[in-house]
């Protein structure tokens, strides 16, 4: 079973555009982190919001945390074509391991 | 930096066969972990090892067996492949001390086909 799931699933927006994904999950966590995973390569990590957190930020990207709705946000602002990647969220809510969702494809058009 | 290594990075089996992949991490990591990723799915957890001399079952463990040989490394065999284990494997590894806790640091995978 899946605790966080992504959505949309894809995006394709201009380059230079903002781009939102969200991730809903279905229990309590710990934290939450954020992950890229560019086209055959491994997951990369991006952000880690903790639950007593509200926002966080790391250069061109925002995430959000809403524990009373049991959602995230990820942000990336202006975006480039080497955002292109597959994102994902994955939630510490069961037993401390990582579940993950199915992720959001994120197409950047030149 | 290596970080994760995994070998192989491609592999085609028959059905019944049996392989393992290594994993390799030189960042002095505790925990390290084995996921399998199927298309439109999120990363399942098969195995992990939260410290070396330890091994706990994760989400989908069945047909699989794995070692911690060290700190460094942490292999995952299939002793008799099926179809359904065609998939893409990921090492990753982690400096939190509790399983799930922090940073994930992965590899870059390890593509089976399983005919």
């Known amino acids: 079973s899946q605790q966080g799931e992504e959505d949309p699933q894809a995006l394709s927006i201009q380059e230079g555009e903002n781009a939102t994904m969200n991730c809903s999950y279905k229990t309590s966590i710990n934290n939450l982190q954020w992950y890229r995973q560019n086209s055959g390569r491994g997951l990369v990590h991006l952000i880690l919001i903790r639950s007593n957190e509200r926002e966080k930020h790391s250069g061109r990207l925002r995430v959000t945390l809403d524990t009373s709705k049991k959602s995230s946000s990820l942000l990336i602002t202006a975006s480039r074509a080497a955002d292109t990647a597959s994102y994902f969220c994955?939630?510490?809510?069961?037993?401390?391991?990582?579940?993950w969702g199915a992720g959001t494809k994120l197409i950047i058009k030149p | 930096n290596a970080g994760v290594t995994q070998t192989p990075k491609f592999q085609v089996l028959k059905t019944g066969q049996s392989m393992t992949l290594q994993c390799a991490q030189d960042?002095?990591?505790?925990?390290m972990y084995w996921y399998r990723q199927d298309p439109g799915m999120g990363l399942r957890l098969i195995y992990y090892?939260?410290?070396?001399?330890?091994?706990d079952k994760g989400e989908v463990p069945n047909g699989y067996n794995v070692s911690r040989l060290n700190k460094r490394e942490f292999s995952l065999r299939l002793e008799s492949a099926a179809p359904s284990q065609t998939s893409v494997y990921f090492c990753?590894?982690?400096?939190?001390?509790?399983?799930?806790?922090?940073?994930?640091?992965f590899g870059e995978g390890s593509r089976l086909t399983v005919l």
């Open positions: 090892s939260a410290s070396e001399g330890t091994t």
């Open positions: 990753a590894s982690s400096t939190a001390d509790r399983v799930g806790a922090g940073e994930l640091f």
């Open positions: 994955a939630t510490d809510g069961r037993n401390y391991q990582l579940i």
């Open positions: 960042m002095n990591h505790n925990s």
